[in-house]
């Protein structure tokens, strides 16, 4: 099965006079057409470098694809691996087959530019549109993200714009050339419930409607809940856990997944329960410790996991988290973790 991207062992380094940061550290995950990843984690776990080593958007130097693969199948094609492509080739690419939402609108768009030029810009670029086609479908791009009034808006400044108008003019200009692929960097940070809401919504409709594949990338497990399909968990530069997200929602098998779900609250859960916070802090990924990075953070932690990280490890089906389909490719659990016993997994943090 060929997926719309797929990236393999990649590794992406900062060469810094503190050492070299492995911000990317052998990282492994695909996403499909019409499908929602979400990549979570903490900050500075390599979820945002993940997604700019795909657009090619590492600054060089510091920063270098040391290795792996970022395979691209556009419209079916045979797949074009982006860890390689020319800097022409990925102009051709950025904004136009593949587009990107990212984390901060105020600093992303231009604050010098009008609305109306940053918009028509990606259309003369990458559809040879000019002028008053251009104008037409820029504004038809803003009326169907929700910005009232599209035709009067169309002209004004970022700045005279409130924080949810900016995110959905960014999700304009991604969405302007139809991409097949679209990676959304915490695209509802900073927004009120209400204004979040909307947003997911707005990129949801656009999976089901046009297929695109989606990369979400956040720290928040309740945008994730809502709307991935599968769902990956970085820790340190690599990622931990991964599979459908009912099965990790459900039956979380890493001790950093459940550390996770267990320091954020819930609706459904008794009012007399604790906020369980994960001991610790995150290594220094210019020093990361041998074997298992969480380790230091992990009650049950055993000799073997200071010395080998974990390898792969599929979770059989259970009948209590619903269903998957753990005869197709790429939808089985898979964790990295060296403790097989679920009861001393789901013990850490409890206390």
Same mark, same amino acid.
């Given at each position: 099965?060929?997926?719309?991207?797929?990236?393999?062992?990649?590794?992406?380094?900062?060469?810094? !006079?503190? #050492?070299?940061? +492995?911000? *990317?550290?052998?990282? @492994?995950?695909?996403?499909?057409?019409? %499908?929602?990843? =979400?990549?979570?984690? !903490?900050? #500075?776990?390599? +979820?945002? *470098?993940?997604?700019? @080593?795909?657009?090619?958007?590492?600054? %060089?130097?510091? =920063?270098?694809?040391?290795?792996?693969?970022?395979?691209?199948?556009?419209?079916?094609?045979?797949?074009?691996?982006?860890?390689?492509?020319?800097?022409?080739?990925?102009?051709?690419?950025?904004?136009?087959?593949?587009?990107?939402?990212?984390?901060?609108?105020?600093?992303?768009?231009?604050?010098?530019?009008?609305?109306?030029?940053?918009?028509?810009?990606?259309?003369?670029?990458?559809?040879?549109?000019?002028?008053?086609?251009?104008?037409?479908?820029?504004?038809?791009?803003?009326?169907?993200?929700?910005?009232?009034?599209?035709?009067?808006?169309?002209?004004?400044?970022?700045?005279?714009?409130?924080?949810?108008?900016?995110?959905?003019?960014?999700?304009?200009?991604?969405?302007?050339?139809?991409?097949?692929?679209?990676?959304?960097?915490?695209?509802?940070?900073?927004?009120?419930?209400?204004?979040?809401?909307?947003?997911?919504?707005?990129?949801?409709?656009?999976?089901?409607?046009?297929?695109?594949?989606?990369?979400?990338?956040?720290?928040?497990?309740?945008?994730?809940?809502?709307?991935?399909?599968?769902?990956?968990?970085?820790?340190?530069?690599?990622?931990?856990?991964?599979?459908?997200?009912?099965?990790?929602?459900?039956?979380?098998?890493?001790?950093?997944?459940?550390?996770?779900?267990?320091?954020?609250?819930?609706?459904?859960?008794?009012?007399?329960?604790?906020?369980?916070?994960?001991?610790?802090?995150?290594?220094?990924?210019?020093?990361?410790?041998?074997?298992?990075?969480?380790?230091?953070?992990?009650?049950?932690?055993?000799?073997?996991?200071?010395?080998?990280?974990?390898?792969?490890?599929?979770?059989?089906?259970?009948?209590?988290?619903?269903?998957?389909?753990?005869?197709?490719?790429?939808?089985?659990?898979?964790?990295?973790?060296?403790?097989?016993?679920?009861?001393?997994?789901?013990?850490?943090?409890?206390?």
């Amino acid at each position: 099965m060929t997926h719309l991207l797929e990236v393999k062992n990649l590794k992406t380094h900062f060469f810094t !006079e503190e #050492g070299v940061v +492995k911000a *990317v550290d052998g990282v @492994s995950y695909h996403v499909d057409r019409a %499908e929602v990843l =979400g990549i979570v984690g !903490e900050s #500075g776990s390599g +979820k945002s *470098v993940s997604s700019l @080593s795909t657009m090619r958007l590492i600054p %060089e130097p510091p =920063g270098k694809i040391v290795s792996g693969e970022i395979l691209f199948s556009s419209k079916g094609d045979k797949p074009k691996d982006l860890a390689r492509a020319s800097e022409l080739e990925m102009q051709r690419i950025r904004g136009n087959r593949i587009a990107m939402i990212f984390q901060d609108p105020m600093t992303s768009l231009n604050p010098y530019l009008r609305i109306s030029r940053q918009l028509t810009e990606v259309l003369e670029l990458h559809k040879n549109m000019k002028g008053n086609e251009a104008r037409e479908r820029g504004i038809e791009m803003l009326k169907a993200v929700g910005i009232p009034d599209p035709s009067r808006r169309f002209d004004d400044y970022p700045h005279q714009l409130s924080g949810g108008m900016r995110q959905r003019v960014m999700i304009a200009m991604a969405l302007l050339c139809e991409p097949e692929l679209l990676i959304a960097d915490e695209p509802t940070t900073a927004l009120d419930v209400t204004i979040q809401a909307q947003i997911l919504e707005l990129i949801a409709e656009r999976r089901d409607l046009s297929k695109v594949g989606v990369v979400l990338i956040t720290h928040d497990l309740g945008v994730v809940a809502r709307l991935a399909d599968r769902v990956a968990v970085m820790y340190a530069g690599r990622i931990v856990e991964q599979g459908p997200a009912t099965q990790i929602f459900k039956d979380p098998r890493h001790p950093y997944t459940v550390g996770l779900a267990r320091s954020i609250p819930r609706l459904d859960d008794d009012r007399s329960r604790r906020l369980v916070p994960i001991p610790g802090m995150p290594p220094s990924l210019a020093k990361v410790p041998s074997g298992c990075p969480f380790r230091a953070r992990c009650k049950n932690a055993m000799q073997v996991c200071a010395e080998v990280f974990p390898a792969e490890r599929v979770i059989p089906y259970s009948e209590d988290t619903g269903t998957f389909r753990s005869s197709s490719e790429g939808a089985a659990h898979i964790v990295h973790c060296h403790e097989e016993d679920l009861e001393k997994v789901q013990a850490v943090g409890a206390t």
